[in-house]
């Protein structure tokens, strides 16, 4: 018997986005702090870490993110880690970010010109006075375009966690189109909460990016 689409689900969705943005957030925040440290370590002036650096990166970028929600929900369960839900996707989501963030901004801070680096010197700078008070602070303009479009296609890839019974907004469209049967209303609704969530975000980076264009010239 097919149900119809009700003010309580479509409550039940909105209560859901709540989850997507908290996922999202989490594996945002904690993926940047992973993704600075891989960052440095790309630049390190010691081989073996940059070596080390960009075999883990190499590696994550390497495995769909669906993999990691697996290895991480049901592959350490095995071993007595039974992690809830929330804090498996948080995890797996916050390493696969940490390993695009730091290739991200590793990027921008080498395309500094090499002058911004030899003016340092000259000024008797130690190689972290000068990415804390010459390098970085050019390169976090640089690379703000490209981590808030990775940031929307964040938001949007959480919908894996649904994967693993995380009840956000993809299970929660899921779950209401098993009570009624109607999965072309039902994610056509969820699609659009989606496109409310991500398109300001993405008009934003387009944005920064037509101003850092036009800076540049």
Not at 119 to 140: D, F, K, N
Not at 182 to 206: D, E, I, K
Request: with cysteine; proline share 5%; glycine share 6%.
């Amino acid at each position: 018997m097919i149900g119809s689409f009700s003010w309580t689900h479509l409550w039940y969705l909105v209560d859901s986005i709540w989850w997507t943005v908290v996922l999202s957030l989490l594996a945002f925040v904690l993926g940047s702090i992973g993704g600075f440290v891989v960052m440095l370590a790309r630049i390190s002036p010691r081989a073996w870490l940059r070596n080390i650096a960009l075999l883990y990166i190499e590696c994550i970028q390497g495995i769909p993110l669906l993999i990691l929600l697996f290895i991480v929900y049901f592959g350490l369960s095995v071993y007595g880690f039974a992690l809830p839900a929330l804090v498996a996707a948080g995890i797996a989501m916050m390493v696969y970010t940490s390993a695009y963030l730091g290739d991200i901004w590793r990027g921008c801070v080498e395309a500094m010109p090499k002058p911004q680096w030899e003016a340092s010197e000259c000024l008797s700078l130690t190689r972290w006075q000068t990415l804390r008070l010459v390098i970085i602070p050019q390169a976090t303009r640089l690379s703000l375009p490209p981590t808030i479009g990775f940031l929307v296609q964040l938001i949007k890839m959480t919908s894996l966690a649904s994967v693993i019974g995380f009840v956000e907004l993809t299970r929660a469209g899921q779950i209401i189109n098993n009570s009624i049967f109607q999965p072309f209303l039902v994610f056509t609704v969820v699609g659009t909460f989606y496109f409310l969530l991500c398109y300001p975000l993405s008009r934003w980076s387009a944005s920064m990016e037509r101003k850092l264009n036009v800076s540049n010239r």
